[in-house]
Structure formats: C-alpha cells, structure tokens
C-alpha cells in the first residue's frame, strides 16, 4: 500500500475545442510537465507534441459513434496511475464540467483520496457558433442560452423538448447530429415557429470548420445535402441569423499542405503552417535513428581540445551531441575554446539554450554556404570535428578538402522510414513538401505517390537533386533550409497563383449577348 506522500495528482485539463492553441496557458503548462495524459479522441492531436517524450499517453476515446473506454475505465486509469506517484493530466475536449463527465472522475478521486486540480477549458457551446460567426446572446435579440445535450435518445424525452421549445433563448445541442430531425420536427411540434433560424456547424473552431444555415423547416434537409459529418454544434435561435464570421484571411488560408519527414520536423512545420490559415495533412514516415553504439563518437569527446571548430548540421545532431556530453559527463569546460558552426536558427538555439553560441551561421542555410563560411572564419586551417546524419552533403567536405582544411567527420545516426505508419494513407493537398533527400526516397520506396497536382516544395540543392531523379519537375526550393523557408516559399508561391489567375482574367476575351 502505497504512502499517502506517493500518491500523485490528477488535473482536469479542459483541451479547449478545435484547433490545439485554444488551451489555456495554464493547461499546457501541465501538459508540458506531467507524468502521463489521458486524453479524449476529440482533442486535437497536435497536443500532444508538448507531452513530454518519456510521459505515458493513454487514449480513452469518447467519442460518439467510436469505441471508447467506459467511465469506469477512465476512472480506474486516474486513480491508478495516480497511486503509482505520477501527475496526471486528464485532457478532455472543451471543457471539463460542459457534458465532459468531470464530475464523475473527481467524485472517484475524492472516495480514494487523490488529490486534484481543475483548468476551465473553452467550450465548445460558445466558441464553435462565435467563430462561425454567431452570437449566442445579443442584447433585444437573446437575453439567455441553453445549453443542452443531444447524445442519447433520453435527452429527447416529451417533457424535456416541450419546455426547450418555451424557451425564449438561444438553444445550444451538443453532440446531437443524428438527432436533427428529431429536434428540428418535436421543437416545431411544441410551438416554435419553423421560420426560427438554425446552423449547424461541423469541425467547429478549426480549419476544417463547415456550417450550414437554416430553419427548424429545412435544416435536416440541408445537412444531408452538404453531408455534415460530427462533431457538430446545433444553434436554434434569432441569433443563428447573425453573421459575424471574422475577416481576417490569414496568407495561407484555404490552402491543403502535406507535410512530411520526422515527427519533430513535421510537428515543426505543421504548426508554422497552420498559423498561416493552413490546412496539413501530417506524414512523419521518416524516423531518427541515433548510434548508440558508437565508440569513435565517445572518444572524440574526450578529446575535444584537438579541434578548432566543431560542425552540426541539424537539430537532431545538436540534440545527440548534447545529450552525449552529459551522458559522458563531459566537462563542458572543454568546450571554451571551440567555436561551433551550424545550419540555421533553429540547429543554433539548441546549443543556445544550453549557453553555447554558435559563431559560425551562413546566411544561406545550405551545406555549401556553412562550408564557405568555415573557409572564412579559418584562414589557420585548424582541424575541424563534423558531426551529422549518415545521408550528409558530400558538398561540405567537398568544399572542406579544396580548401585543405583538415577535418574528422563522424555520423551520429541515419534517418530511416517508419514502419508503424500508415502506407495507405490517402494524400490530397496544394502542396507537399520535402525537407531531405532520405524523405524523398523513403517516400517513393515507402510506396505513396505524389498527389496529382500538388506543388512540390522543397529544402536544399541534394532535395532537389533526389527530385529530378525521380523524374520529379517543376518543384520550387526553399531559400532558406528550415521551415521558415518552406513556409515562405509557399506564400510567395499562392501570391504567383493569384496574380497569375488575375492575369488570366484580364486577358480572357468576353463576349457579350
């Protein structure tokens, strides 16, 4: 029996509803941080790029119309995993206390005595209707709001639509898709007007978000045309006739984007793109495998006053340097006279955030431009250490050797396909993009083809040059090689597109009747 001390605590973390950057800070603070997450099928998934890489995640489901774990289940999982020390974070869609069953998990957590917190979320029955553009309360139009459930047919009881159909408010049904026809029809039957305006909002507060207008008369009528698919949001009411969609189009807004390479460098670009008004389809089939084995790695540590100028050409190569020096326990003090070169801004603030700061960064984030760039900054020739991928750019020694620049060059890890992604994933997008020449292999060897007419968007000369042997044309380069690069090579590219269409336009001939 575990001490009362050992126990853990559980906090209910409402997600928000939609897109990932509806939490709250203080929810993804302890999302940052926690032991394990329990999460609903609801929340959307980029959440979880901030869990910890060593914190267990436990799908519950709960999700109408899918399998899901019972609440028993549920419940069972936070008390045990509780009891076993660890900090739990119970992630659920919108917020926890909005039909989100939070009551239930703390009423268990309080008969075995765990402790714990709650974090309001974002519910879905107010910011799914506010960004589609509608009001749930307006003032002379809906003084209240109800919200109200639609998931099983005991919420359609005659008692209960007989007095939602009284109510003078703005009615809010949750997860009540499959029962339109039923609210629309029993709502008129108990004497609301079947003029009274409705909207049904599926994928709300996301970019994927549909909504379809109405009246309690033909609303079911219109969703099956538009075939509206869940979860969905059911507004009925004066103030579903507002609309205050925002106006603000975001630079990549209604464009599709497929995103592929390494979870981490899809994780990356997906969020950069999506805060541009992106739509991304994620395909991490890429995955990083470093050497653990690798003795010449562990002895040149040890020896690292021997060079003048250590080289990392990624994060990943950052990131495996790092955590070697430490697992080594190298004194970093070895490092004070060695000056470090490097890929990008992004590759420099992993070092940085250890306190090493790269003196070497080329403006161009290439393997030519950082060969060049070691060529400047050395005119004594000291020897040079290269630590990088498996796959690296022959044109950095290349460039190293002309100059007789010495130099060690040691491979830290390969990146490889994964085989635990789906291979029959249907790709559709604008565009699609290529961060290595391994993801373009791996890709082709993996069996996926590109989509027809999708845009193919790339990082660096070697990328470019495994594209052409695919026979791959009419690709763009990014100019710079990091996601910054991709993401503004695609908006200069939709800018082309518009001025091009608009170009069209002007010169089509029309003709008049």
Do not use: W
């Amino acid at each position: 029996m575990l001490n009362e001390n050992t126990k853990g605590t559980v906090y209910l973390v409402g997600a928000g509803c939609g897109d990932y950057d509806l939490i709250t800070l203080r929810g993804m603070a302890l999302l940052k941080q926690c032991d394990v997450v329990v999460y609903d099928s609801l929340i959307d998934s980029r959440l979880l790029d901030f869990v910890p890489t060593t914190a267990e995640k436990i799908s519950v489901g709960k999700r109408c119309g899918h399998h899901s774990e019972t609440q028993e289940t549920i419940n069972h999982i936070l008390v045990a995993k509780a009891k076993e020390g660890k900090d739990v974070v119970r992630l659920k869609g919108g917020d926890p206390f909005v039909f989100g069953r939070g009551g239930e998990e703390i009423l268990q957590l309080q008969q075995h005595h765990i402790r714990y917190d709650i974090v309001p979320g974002i519910s879905s029955a107010i910011a799914v209707p506010e960004l589609s553009g509608i009001p749930v309360t307006h003032r002379q139009t809906s003084r209240s709001v109800h919200i109200i459930t639609g998931h099983t047919t005991e919420d359609f009881s005659q008692e209960k639509m007989k007095h939602y159909a009284q109510l003078d408010g703005t009615l809010v049904f949750l997860m009540g898709l499959k029962h339109l026809n039923e609210i629309s029809s029993v709502l008129t039957a108990y004497g609301k007007d079947s003029c009274t305006p409705v909207a049904v909002i599926a994928s709300g507060a996301s970019s994927m978000a549909k909504t379809v207008r109405g009246t309690l008369a033909d609303i079911y009528q219109k969703s099956t045309v538009e075939n509206i698919q869940p979860p969905c949001v059911i507004v009925v009411g004066k103030t579903a006739e507002f609309d205050f969609l925002p106006t603000v189009e975001k630079p990549l807004t209604g464009k599709k984007i497929i995103a592929t390479g390494t979870p981490k460098f899809v994780s990356k670009l997906s969020l950069a793109l999506e805060q541009k008004g992106a739509v991304v389809q994620r395909l991490a089939h890429l995955q990083v495998v470093a050497y653990d084995n690798n003795p010449l790695f562990d002895s040149t540590l040890e020896n690292l006053s021997f060079y003048g100028i250590i080289v990392l050409t990624s994060i990943n190569g950052a990131d495996i340097f790092l955590k070697r020096l430490s697992a080594l326990k190298t004194d970093i003090r070895k490092l004070s006279a060695v000056r470090f070169a490097v890929i990008g801004r992004a590759t420099a603030k992993v070092l940085q955030d250890k306190g090493i700061f790269p003196e070497i960064i080329p403006e161009n984030y290439t393997s030519q431009a950082l060969a060049e760039a070691i060529v400047r900054h050395n005119p004594k020739k000291e020897k040079v250490l290269i630590l990088r991928a498996q796959q690296g750019s022959a044109c950095l020694t290349e460039i190293l050797d002309v100059h007789h620049i010495p130099y060690d060059e040691i491979k830290l890890y390969d990146v490889i396909a994964r085989s635990d992604e789906n291979q029959t994933m249907s790709l559709e997008g604008d565009y699609i993009t290529f961060a290595s020449s391994s993801g373009v292999k791996h890709f082709f060897s993996c069996g996926y083809r590109l989509p027809d007419n999708s845009k193919v968007v790339c990082i660096g000369d070697v990328t470019a040059q495994t594209l052409r042997k695919y026979n791959i044309k009419g690709f763009s380069v990014s100019r710079t090689s990091d996601t910054a690069g991709i993401v503004e090579t695609i908006i200069e590219e939709k800018k082309n597109e518009t001025i091009q269409t608009l170009t069209n336009n002007r010169n089509y001939p029309h003709t008049g009747a």
